[in-house]
């Protein structure tokens, strides 16, 4: 049952190839020569010795023993031989592999291969027909078939095996570029679109952005017609309905630049939401992938930032554990040179020792300890000979320090940038 449901959308459209008797507008053509039958043209050029009776039956032909030079048949596209096409390697951020090798920018994956993701890692790849497939960390497919015809005519199925992917499908003219993702519970048959398929645990998810596919789920009677701000959850138990997503989430006013490397806020209301997942890149194109984001609250955190331009693209999760669609935007961290840089954080007993190294131009500092940047609550305000602090064992959880000289002509030096550190 499982092997049917991956091909179902592929054998429906087969069948009316065969039965349809009406011309196509992307139709081969092929100029009969001197000495050719419709089953040497079979043997040659088609995907099965067969298929001369469909030639016959698709051009009415009255007596298909009889075709003449110069005589022109239209061809169905996908009746041609096929190739076997390869995925392209186009972007690579942290680790993945085929079959247990490493994967660098210009490899190909051929049909047959496994594909992963570790975590902190994200892969594009570029189907025969143009289309991008990301698979997003600690993800897994196989490539179950790559074909590719003259005229231009491509199969592509995947089975998403773990994970997460996100894929913008080219858009061409029926049956010219028939797409399917395979996945436990589900299977998707795409023409034209931006969608996501997760795996996670026993439950299938489909969330779609623009376009429209068909959601072939297990347990469901009828195929599910999926539209852009549509999604769906097939658990291989209960049939799967048509969801709304989310909308796209809109972000508070940022600034356009961030003057600190622990970029943090907090998302406004929005009704259903219970957290936020995305990605962070160094383009806007996404393909310089840097760091999955993922919040249960409405605080999002992004890790320590170099001074950069950033891009960012959001979506909020609801209850059911569907991604809405996604929100972007983009921002720059320009830190200023650091002073002072925090080295060690000690832990002994119910006390928590912070070490750090800079400039010393005068023998005491005034440091600050705060549960945020703003430093709008300090917790502790000292002031020292030394290069570090002792202080009572705070609760786990992150903690920001900041540090300043004072000189002994009574002047005080600036604060330096903040340093965060994590009490365990």
């Known amino acids: 049952m499982k092997a049917l449901l991956g091909m179902l959308v592929f054998c429906m459209v087969q069948l009316s190839w065969a039965e349809e008797p009406e011309a196509g507008a992307a139709d081969a053509s092929y100029t009969v020569q001197q000495g050719d039958t419709l089953g040497s043209l079979a043997r040659s050029k088609l995907d099965v010795p067969g298929r001369w009776r469909d030639v016959a039956r698709y051009n009415q032909l009255p007596d298909p023993d009889r075709i003449k030079p110069g005589q022109v048949l239209r061809i169905k596209p996908l009746w041609l031989k096929a190739e076997s096409g390869v995925l392209k390697v186009e972007a690579v951020t942290g680790q993945a592999s085929v079959q247990g090798r490493a994967l660098k920018v210009g490899d190909t994956v051929a049909v047959g291969a496994e594909v992963q993701t570790e975590m902190g890692s994200a892969l594009r790849l570029r189907t025969p027909d143009g289309s991008q497939v990301d698979l997003q960390e600690a993800s897994q497919i196989r490539v179950e078939k790559l074909e590719q015809r003259e005229g231009g005519v491509f199969v592509s199925v995947l089975r998403l095996l773990a994970g997460q992917l996100e894929a913008f499908k080219m858009k061409r003219a029926a049956g010219m570029a028939d797409m399917a993702i395979n996945a436990r519970n589900a299977t998707l048959g795409v023409r034209g679109t931006h969608f996501r398929m997760r795996q996670q645990g026993m439950n299938t998810y489909a969330e779609i952005e ?24 097939a658990d291989g138990v209960k049939p799967a309905q048509v969801i709304p997503l989310l909308p796209a989430p809109i972000y508070p006013a940022l600034p356009q630049v961030f003057d600190t490397p622990y970029v943090e806020w907090t998302m406004p209301e929005l009704a259903g939401a219970t957290g936020y997942v995305g990605e962070l890149a160094r383009d806007a194109s996404f393909a310089d992938h840097l760091v999955s984001v993922r919040s249960e609250g409405r605080l999002i955190r992004l890790r320590e930032l170099p001074n950069g331009h950033y891009w960012l693209k959001l979506r909020a999760v609801d209850a059911q554990g569907l991604q809405g669609k996604e929100g972007k935007t983009d921002f720059e961290v320009a830190v200023p040179p650091r002073k002072f840089v925090m080295t060690k954080v000690y832990i002994s007993g119910d006390k928590l020792q912070l070490i750090w190294v800079g400039r010393r131009q005068n023998p005491r500092y005034q440091v600050q300890v705060a549960v945020d940047q703003t430093f709008a609550h300090v917790m502790l305000d000292t002031q020292t000979a030394d290069n570090w602090i002792e202080m009572a064992r705070p609760q786990s959880g992150r903690y920001f320090m900041r540090v300043r000289q004072l000189f002994e002509d009574g002047r005080n030096g600036g604060w330096d940038v903040p340093m965060a550190f994590d009490a365990p």
């Open 210 to 233: 623009d376009g429209h596919v068909a959601f072939e789920a297990a347990k469901t009677p009828q195929v599910l017609a999926l539209a852009g701000g549509e999604g769906s959850v």
